[in-house]
């Protein structure tokens, strides 16, 4: 670990050390779940006021422990030697506009699809709901620029997710395990509309403002209660 690393309590330490390692597990599984190819697509968590997140161009099975990746809100670099990510500009927008605590950027194949057909994604499945409500596409503006983050802010606003045009998908949550769910949910909706859009002579029903916002209510209870 870097040396700003051992500075720290060994709580914060740990807390830093576990995030780290969830960041990698997670970006991982978005290679093998076919969410991204290569080293397309990042992954950040927020630990504090340190920003952990994917290096640039750097094969995700080959990072390890000693690899961590951190900067401030800034983007200062406070942790490691690996340049973070070239997306570093949307990940930080996010953490200082919301409560985010982890985001999850694709570059899914269904998802990225609908990005250069529609303006925001038709309402084809209540799932939507878990998103905010229906699910905007930033305008297209090149990767790792402020411009991009300040499209994506926009298309965000009120949500948890959006669609980059021509480019990907980006979520936030308060875990990495619910962004992570909610990309997934993301790239599975546009996969659906496209494949119920594609039935010659037929259109998919949509539904409606009131059905998604009724269905809204309802997920704010859904799930074990303690």
């Not at 914060?12 to 290569?38: F, I, K, N, P």
């Not at 099975?61 to 951190?70: H, K, N, V």
């Not at 609908?114 to 939507?128: C, F, K, R």
């Not at 878990?130 to 983050?149: I, K, M, N, Q, S």
């Amino acid at each position: 670990m870097t040396s700003k690393l051992r500075e720290t309590g060994g709580e914060v330490r740990e807390e830093v050390a576990r995030s780290w390692a969830a960041v990698v597990a997670t970006a991982r599984r978005s290679v093998a779940d076919g969410l991204v190819v290569g080293t397309s697509g990042n992954v950040s968590a927020r630990v504090g006021d340190v920003v952990l997140v994917t290096p640039s161009g750097v094969p995700y099975d080959r990072l390890t422990p000693d690899d961590i990746t951190g900067v401030d809100l800034t983007g200062r670099q406070v942790l490691g030697t690996l340049v973070p990510t070239s997306e570093l500009p949307m990940h930080l927008a996010v953490y200082r506009t919301t409560d985010a605590r982890a985001i999850v950027h694709t570059h899914a194949v269904h998802a990225t699809a609908v990005s250069t057909l529609v303006t925001e994604l038709p309402l084809v499945h209540y799932m939507a709901a878990a998103l905010g409500g229906p699910v905007r596409v930033a305008p297209y503006a090149a990767y790792g620029t402020d411009e991009l983050a300040e499209h994506m802010l926009r298309a965000l606003a009120d949500r948890s997710g959006c669609l980059l045009r021509n480019h990907g998908t980006l979520t936030y949550g308060a875990t990495l395990d619910q962004a992570y769910d909610r990309t997934a949910q993301l790239e599975w909706m546009c996969r659906l509309w496209l494949t119920a859009s594609s039935v010659p002579g037929l259109t998919p029903s949509l539904l409606t403002e009131a059905q998604l916002a009724e269905v809204g209510e309802r997920l704010k209870g859904y799930g074990q209660r303690r």
